[in-house]
T-cell receptor
Framework: DGGITQSPKYLFRKEGQNVTLSCEQN?????MYWYRQDPGQGLRLIYY???????QKGDIAEGYSVSREKKESFPLTVTSAQKNPTAFYLC??????????FGSGTQLSVL | GENVEQHPSTLSVQEGDSAVIKCTYS??????FPWYKQELGKGPQLIID?????GEKKDQRIAVTLNKTAKHFSLHITETQPEDSAVYFC????????????FGTGTRLTVIP
């Protein structure tokens, strides 16, 4: 089945620790995105990549980093600089740069 | 940038009734307006979208209307069913990529059997 796979589904971070969220797609989409979702808020863009080996900051990039070494993969690292990391993280890819296809998300919590 | 406001934040309807969710946007240059449905523990899924050159679009029980002059657009769900219960997000795009897509804060719809 074609789609976007995010792992793990749940992740716990200790203070001062970096954690990496995985996102893999087999839709052959060029563009990929990371969003953060907090309760009662809309989706906020963290980073996006329109092509391999290139990515841009979104609205809330501070404390996060990404890489795009392969078309299929767009991992997100939540660094220790992100002081409020608890949230639901969504990865997406797009066709025609508008219609987003989302993964099932990763819930990150702080221990 | 664009600012999208969505109302109501929660909505409860009886099964079989209609549900309406409204969104307003601030930037008259926005030209693409999708709606996403998010079920519990899952990612959002596109259910319908409309472009600025169209006033209304229907797909079975769901429809979207757009009023460019007033800068608002609405999602209409008729004959609601329990499986319609979810969080619905509207969004507005300034074009040129999903990086220019701005989301509303969501509406939690509950359909009471």
């Amino acid at each position: 089945d074609g789609g976007i796979t995010q792992s793990p589904k749940y992740l716990f971070r200790k203070e001062g620790q970096n954690v990496t969220l995985s996102c893999e797609q087999n839709l052959n989409h060029d563009a990929m995105y990371w969003y953060r979702q907090d309760p009662g808020q809309g989706l906020r863009l963290i980073y996006y990549s329109q092509i391999v080996n290139d990515f841009q900051k979104g609205d809330i990039a501070e404390g996060y980093s990404v890489s795009r070494e392969k078309k299929e993969s767009f991992p997100l690292t939540v660094t220790s600089a992100q002081k409020n990391p608890t949230a639901f993280y969504l990865c997406a890819s797009s066709i025609r740069r508008e219609k987003l296809f989302f993964g099932s998300g990763t819930q990150l919590s702080v221990l | 940038g664009e600012n999208v406001e969505q109302h109501p934040s929660t909505l409860s309807v009886q099964e079989g009734d209609s549900a309406v969710i409204k969104c307003t946007y601030s930037d008259s240059a926005s030209n693409y307006f999708p709606w996403y449905k998010q079920e519990l523990g899952k990612g959002p899924q596109l259910i319908i979208d409309i472009r600025s050159n169209v006033g209304e679009k229907k797909d079975q029980r769901i429809a979207v209307t757009l009023n460019k002059t007033a800068k608002h657009f609405s999602l209409h769900i008729t004959e609601t069913q329990p499986e319609d219960s979810a969080v619905y997000f509207c969004a507005a795009s300034l074009g040129a990529g999903a990086n220019n897509l701005f989301f509303g804060t969501g509406t939690r719809l509950t359909v009471i059997p």
